[in-house]
């Protein structure tokens, strides 16, 4: 069955980077791109963009370019969400999806929290 | 500030039905698909409707969707307590290019 399971809760210092893993399975990955949403605590959903599973091409939402980066290793399934500079205000639930067509997203990971506190 | 509007919250009582609304524009609802979610508390979110009105398998034909112009409806009958959570629609923004979601709609099952 197909499952994306993303790597753990993290805790980082300001300043600090965070690199959190969703790893596909059950289908190929080649056939949709990983799409990244962040969910603020209380707050609600919010595109950060995606990453193209052909091309390995990401296309990043506003407010997501600098200091994010998405990236892909096709030999192990995994997509990758890295934030550098953390700030407080990236403190947040980052969720995977996998994107059947058009933010119709038919499969979630389960979601990685990161906190960001000194 | 939302792209896509949703009421912040509605309520309804066991069994009756609860319609939530989703208000955007040409770029987005208006010419693209529009998906919907559920988050129940902590978890993460599932699709409820894709392509405006369509259900994928195992979502019961109590959530139905529809679409007209620029705004989008996601009907819930028949609502249980199960059903208390929040719920987002999402579509493509041509102009932006960029998806974009509501602002989320708490759902009260009184």
């Known amino acids: 069955q197909v499952q994306l399971v993303q790597s753990g809760s993290e805790l980082k210092e300001p300043g600090a980077s965070v690199k959190i893993s969703c790893k596909a399975s059950?289908?190929?990955?080649?056939?949709?791109?990983i799409n990244w949403v962040r969910q603020a605590p209380g707050h609600g959903l919010e595109w950060m963009g995606y990453?193209?599973?052909?091309?390995?091409?990401?296309t990043y939402a506003q407010g997501f370019t600098g200091r994010f980066v998405f990236s892909l290793d096709i030999a192990v399934s995994t997509a990758y969400l890295q934030i550098t500079s953390l700030q407080a205000d990236d403190t947040a639930v980052y969720f995977c999806?996998?994107?059947?067509?058009?933010?119709?997203?038919?499969?979630w990971g389960q979601g990685t929290l990161v906190t960001v506190s000194s | 500030q939302s792209v896509l509007t949703q009421p912040p919250s509605v309520s309804a009582a066991p069994g009756q039905k609860v319609t939530i609304s989703c208000s955007g524009s040409s770029s987005n609802i208006g010419n693209n698909y529009v998906s919907w979610y559920q988050q129940l508390p902590g978890a993460a979110p599932k699709r409820l409707i894709y392509?405006?009105?369509e259900r994928p398998s195992g979502i019961p034909d109590r959530f139905s969707g529809s679409m007209s112009g620029t705004s989008a409806t996601l009907d819930i009958t028949g609502v249980q307590t199960g059903d208390e959570a929040d719920y987002y629609c999402g579509a493509w923004d041509s102009s932006l290019s960029s998806g974009v979601f509501g602002g989320g709609t708490k759902l009260t099952v009184l």
């Open positions: 059950g289908y190929s990955v080649r056939g949709h791109s």
């Open positions: 999806a996998r994107d059947a067509a058009s933010i119709n997203y038919d499969f």
């Open positions: 990453i193209n599973t052909i091309t390995g091409s990401p």
């Open positions: 392509a405006n009105s």
